[in-house]
């Protein structure tokens, strides 16, 4: 009994040493907080839980490249604020990120959200990564500190009324949008592109972004005979406006952006969804230089990726990238260093202009076609090259 006893005390001290060792070994590293905040509750809490985890994947990349901060390691962590797609909660969550002296934020996801925090972190200093936010406002408000891995609305508004109107023949369009930074800004573009190409725009309505009948607007639609609808907002309501299409026998092809995700299939019903088009910033995952190979590693660990997880995981690489080169969290230095920055992203080339876009960009064109999304046509922008079969 008593060489049991010592011999458990060996192992327990054995023990203790190993915690104390990894405790010491953790101390010893320089602790990097990176921010991210988007809608991890609402109406598109999964889109914002798929960024948030493009961002996780990243940052335990990150924490195996060895990167030097002041003479010491960097272990970098996640800080994440919900701010639930409110512009009023993206604030507050914005200010509880600087007071947790965070190096750099990656989000947020929707434009209006982002673009209400992006002031916070410019008086802050903070360099901000946005991995979505397409409206072309965050990149004009004279910020230092903001900076997006998407392209924007101009180039996904020109590309839909061409595709619309040239490339689809549909003359007659209707524009619909939900009143959100994002939604409006986009329709905006649409509706002012599409004269210039020959169109009309024959119905111009406005709706919110937590309706739910859309029967009177689709009444006036009807009337005015349009041959396409383009919506500008979120999936779920997207889906809903295809079903009411659908059951008041409105013919129109319908067109969005960023709501080509399993959610709006289920949400429009299988026939109802069928041919709609969504145009996306970026290209399919199956395209992406690093797509096939990011989502196999991403399923791993959190599952089928549903559309901004690789954008994520390349805003967050930006920073961590930003940080490496200027061997330090002074924001001022950081932030040189993303204005020089060129990799290979899983997205494409990251590389920023001087407002904070990036240099180059794509917009994708996909349709449902047998009830799944099938990409059909991706248009380039800026150093790119117009992949096969785009036409601008």
């Known amino acids: 009994m008593i060489h049991a006893r010592n011999k458990l005390l060996l192992q327990t001290w054995a023990c203790a040493l190993v915690l104390l060792g990894a405790t010491t070994a953790a101390h010893a590293d320089l602790l990097v907080r990176i921010g991210v905040a988007g809608p991890y509750t609402g109406p598109v809490a999964a889109y914002g839980k798929d960024f948030e985890s493009g961002v996780r994947l990243a940052i335990a990349d990150a924490n195996v490249l060895g990167v030097q901060v002041d003479g010491e390691r960097a272990h970098f962590e996640i800080v994440s604020e919900d701010d639930a797609g409110d512009p009023r909660l993206a604030v507050q969550a914005a200010d509880r990120l600087v007071d947790q002296a965070v190096a750099g934020v990656v989000g947020h996801l929707t434009s209006s959200t982002t673009v209400a925090a992006a002031r916070v972190y410019s008086d802050a200093g903070i360099p901000q990564v946005a991995p979505a936010a397409t409206n072309p406002t965050l990149t004009r408000l004279g910020y230092a500190t903001a900076f997006r891995v998407i392209g924007d609305d101009l180039q996904v508004g020109a590309a839909l009324a061409h595709y619309i109107v040239a490339d689809r023949g549909l003359a007659a369009v209707a524009v619909i949008d939900d009143r959100t930074a994002y939604g409006q800004g986009l329709a905006d573009v649409v509706a002012r592109s599409i004269p210039g190409l020959g169109g009309r725009v024959v119905a111009r309505e406005y709706t919110s972004d937590r309706a739910s009948d859309f029967t009177a607007i689709l009444g006036r639609v009807k009337e005015k005979g349009a041959q396409a609808i383009f919506y500008g907002g979120v999936h779920p309501q997207a889906a809903l406006l295809r079903r009411q299409m659908r ?109 904070g876009d990036l240099r180059s960009a794509a917009v994708t064109f996909s349709q449902v076609r047998g009830g799944r999304w099938v990409p059909i046509q991706t248009v380039a922008f800026g150093l790119a090259t117009p992949a096969a079969g785009a036409s601008r």
Do not use: C, N
């Open 247 to 355: 059951e008041l026998g409105i013919g129109a092809q319908l067109f969005g952006s960023s709501i080509s995700s399993d959610e709006y299939l289920a949400l429009a019903g299988s026939d109802a969804a069928e041919g709609t088009i969504s145009a996306d910033s970026g290209q399919a995952i199956e395209r992406m230089p690093g797509g096939p190979a990011f989502a196999a590693r991403f399923a791993a660990r959190f599952g089928k990726v549903v559309m901004y997880a690789p954008y994520g995981y390349d805003a967050t690489m930006a920073l961590v990238r930003a940080i490496q080169a200027a061997g330090s969290l002074a924001p001022a230095r950081v932030l040189a260093q993303l204005r020089t920055l060129e990799f290979p992203g899983v997205t494409g080339p990251i590389a920023f202009d001087a407002k």
